[in-house]
């Protein structure tokens, strides 16, 4: 097998190529022609600082016809990447020169007001009067604004109104005017809280900071980016150009805000977040509720209002949408940057994820691929090896690749193929894998064993006998945002409350912890709670037909109604279900909590529910798995499982997550099914080759497929202990030999 001539494998890889210099028609084909001959086949032209000339201009659009009449005549393909630089959604100032479409967001200030003192501010609506103006002058209540400070008793955290905290003005007996003068005196100690919805000016944060929430800047920059491609290149969409690359959007602040926000999270919420806006940084379970209701109205609007209104243009147009996001890389950060990472890929053809740093063994790329399981999605793409460096050597390049792969990827994005690394073009984040790199005469090989993955999983499903819940929503109950940074830090807002550091840093320990064990699962995220249902004893999603034997719900202190009804349910039917640390006790509902408890109090009476009391016991789960749900695989001998260096992060969110340091050292092992057969993919993470012997079901003699050489053989049969010949059996032991730094498969039939 030739895997470089197969058409159908061309996107297995897919490099940013950076614009980032003077673009000369002979030298873009050169380096097409470069691409080509090493396989690559598919890129993505990104426009990048160092480059001459103006973005999505005549001239800018001629060099893309140079691409895509290449592209037409070696019917190869091209993603567009729709943004200068990063974050997209900006249109380089386009979008967010406009005060209006970028983001909001709330800035807290919190006063100890001892007994007896003083205490003056002026008030401010919080936002913009729009009830009758007579009623307002005249003091009436219809129009009265919302006021930007909170006043509570410091001992009972009683809200206190602002009545008679607001005296009249005496300036003139000729004017009726309210001023919104506020002066605090009490013989108790209170807490004043203020807050002000602001935006960021143009010249600092905020030329980055569109508003993803609403849906106009969206359309803005689908207008300026999107459009003005399909204007020039009709033809090409859905044949040439298949994607379109969208790069690292987050949300920005603390607490963002938008312009339709409050009206938004009425009619969804059924109540005024304006009224109780303090309840964002205070704690205790009512202010945790708000939090929760919060969080999940930002998660939804940034995925309907940004991603959603792409996601509908692409598929108008031929083409896949395909983003990534920040912070994939735990639930903190699935928090500050997106309200909640998993469920934005509801709106995506191809999720994406990124990799900062050689470093492998975190969980991002395993966040995003759970997230496409759940929402039946298929392409997962990476965009990788930003900050490795140009001592970035051909093994951990290999060994790169076959981890993302071992982890559900199924598209390589190589950051970057540079155009050029003149001058200060060769520090943008190296190294280029292109032909400035020192291995580049490898690329070739590379290439071709990424397609042979590539070909290997598309079409198939991982497999996974357990399925974890992400307990985000307990998460958001606890978790009080710190204000004092925006974007791009390595030790940055702190996760100052302890229960929420615990859930999230748990949560790590035991996905770490279970991928350490080779113990494979997938992560439900509860928006996608609808694609699932049960039947037997077992859990199944009805998008890809996955199938799952035991669910984990760990740290659950808040569950959606809608998902305890469907653990109940397969509890019920025999499911082997394990609550860690907590029976969920709240619902996102206050009036649904009564239904939520009683389930999981009757649970308990059930053989088939476990329960363990420490949610990072590893040890005891895996043991639990090992009855409740068995593996198709068994370990004679060898080395099985890996040791990670860096399990979890601190209590603070970094930004951007560099994995740089961060290691696996082991066998590692992950399943998919396909076509009738079951591909065991090992990888070994070791410098030297490992042995390894196991006992896997097959209707027929096991085959190894090497993905580096491409060999295909009849795996080695050892006799088996009742001393059957290997055609008699059902069940085959194997002896493989793994090589270092790369992937091999066990095929076997089904």
């Known amino acids: 097998m030739h895997p470089e001539q197969e058409k159908s494998l061309g996107e297995a890889q897919a490099p940013l190529w950076f614009w ?22 598919a890129n993505a032209p990104h426009a990048r600082m160092g480059f001459h000339g103006g973005y999505l201009d005549e001239s800018w659009m001629h060099s893309i016809k140079t691409v895509v009449d290449y592209k037409k005549a070696h019917q190869e393909s091209m993603w567009i990447y729709d943004e200068f630089n990063w974050p997209a959604g900006v249109a380089n100032g386009e979008v967010t020169k406009d005060e209006t479409l970028r983001e909001k ?4 200030e919190r006063f100890e007001v001892p007994a007896s003192t003083r205490f003056r501010r002026q008030l401010e609506p919080l936002v913009a009067v729009r009830a009758n103006m007579e009623d307002y002058f005249k003091g009436g209540a219809a129009g009265r604004p919302d006021f930007n400070v909170f006043c509570y008793d410091a001992e009972t955290m009683e809200q206190l109104p602002l009545a008679g905290m607001m005296p009249e003005s005496g300036n003139s007996r000729d004017v009726s ?31 980055l900071t569109p508003d993803y929430m609403d849906a106009r800047a ?10 003005a491609y399909y204007e020039k290149f009709p033809d090409a969409f859905g044949s040439v150009i298949t994607a379109g690359f969208n790069d690292e959007t987050r949300l920005c602040h603390a607490f963002p805000w938008s312009d339709q926000f409050a009206e938004e999270f009425k009619k969804r919420k059924g109540y005024d977040i304006l009224k109780c806006l303090p309840d964002l940084i205070l704690t205790g379970e009512k202010s945790g509720r708000t939090r929760c209701d919060y969080f999940d109205v930002v998660a939804d609007l940034y995925r309907e209002n940004y991603h959603g209104v792409i996601h509908s243009w692409c598929r108008a147009h031929g083409i896949d949408y395909m983003p990534h996001l920040l912070g994939e890389e735990c639930m903190a950060g699935h928090t500050r940057f997106s309200g909640d990472y998993m469920r934005q890929t509801k709106a995506m053809d191809r999720p994406g994820v990124d990799h900062l740093g050689k470093g492998i063994g975190s ?9 496409a399981d759940a929402y039946g999605k298929e392409g997962l793409v990476c965009e990788v090896f930003a900050g ?82 992400h307990p985000i929503e307990s998460f958001w109950l606890h978790y009080i945002a710190d204000q004092g940074f925006t974007h791009g830090y390595h030790m940055g807002p702190i996760i100052g409350d302890a229960r929420a550091m615990e859930i ?65 349910a397969f509890a019920r039917q025999g499911g082997q279900l394990c609550l860690m640390e907590n029976y969920p006790a709240l619902a996102m509902k206050k009036a649904e909590d009564a239904q939520v408890r009683n389930i999981f109090e009757n649970m308990k009476l059930l053989d088939n529910v476990h329960f363990i009391e420490d949610a990072a016991d590893v040890d005891h789960l895996e043991t639990w798995l090992t009855t409740a749900a068995p593996a198709p695989i068994h370990v004679v001998s ?45 990888v070994n993470y070791t410098s030297v080759p490992q042995k390894l012997s196991v006992r896997v079901p097959s209707l027929s003699a096991p085959e190894v497929w090497d993905c580096f050489t491409g060999e295909i053989y009849a795996a080695e049969i050892l006799e088996d202990g009742d001393g059957r010949r290997a055609s008699d059996l059902t069940e085959y032991t194997v002896s493989l030999t793994l090589p270092p730094h790369y992937g091999t498969f066990l095929v076997t039939e089904i």
Not at 20 to 38: C, H, P, V
Not at 182 to 194: G, H, Y
Not at 653 to 682: A, Q
Request: with cysteine; proline share 4%.
């Open 638 to 682: 060898g080395r099985y499982g890996c040791k990670n260096n860096h399990p979890s992060y601190p209590d603070y969110i970094i930004d951007p997550y560099m994995h740089t340091g961060e290691d696996l050292d082991g066998v590692g092992c992950t399943r998919y099914l396909k076509d009738g057969h079951r591909e065991y993919f090992f």
């Open 218 to 227: 969206a359309r803005k920059f689908v207008e300026v980016t999107y459009d």
């Open 363 to 371: 969980l991002n790329a395993k966040f995003a691929s759970s997230a």
């Open 105 to 108: 967001f709330l800035l807290f």
């Open 504 to 568: 999230d840093h748990k949560e790590q320990l035991l996905l770490s912890g279970l991928q350490e064990k080779n113990a494979a699962y997938s992560i439900l995220p509860s928006d996608a709670i609808d694609n699932f249902t049960v039947k037997g004893r077992h859990m199944i999603n009805r998008l890809t037909g996955q199938v799952y034997t035991a669910v984990v719900l760990p740290m659950c202190e808040v569950l959606p109604l809608k998902a305890a009804l469907l653990f109940d």
């Open 20 to 41: 980032n210099d003077d673009l000369k028609d002979d030298e873009l084909l050169r380096q097409l022609e470069l691409m080509s001959d090493a396989g690559v086949t």
């Open 177 to 207: 005017m309210r001023m919104n003068d506020f002066e605090l005196f009490r013989d108790r100690d209170t807490i004043v809280i203020t807050v002000r919805i602001l935006v960021e000016p143009f010249h600092g944060e905020g030329a």
């Open 388 to 469: 490795c460096g140009w001592d970035l050597s051909f093994e951990e390049y290999l060994r790169m690749v076959s981890w993302l792969y071992s982890q559900g990827v199924k598209t390589i994005t190589n950051h970057g193929f540079f155009y050029s690394i003149r001058d200060f073009r060769q520090y943008d984040w190296p190294p280029s894998e292109f032909f400035q790199w020192a291995h580049w005469d490898k690329m070739p090989l590379a290439n071709a064993m990424t397609r042979r993955m590539y070909g290997m999983l598309t079409g198939g499903v991982s497999e996974a006998e357990t399925l974890v819940y």
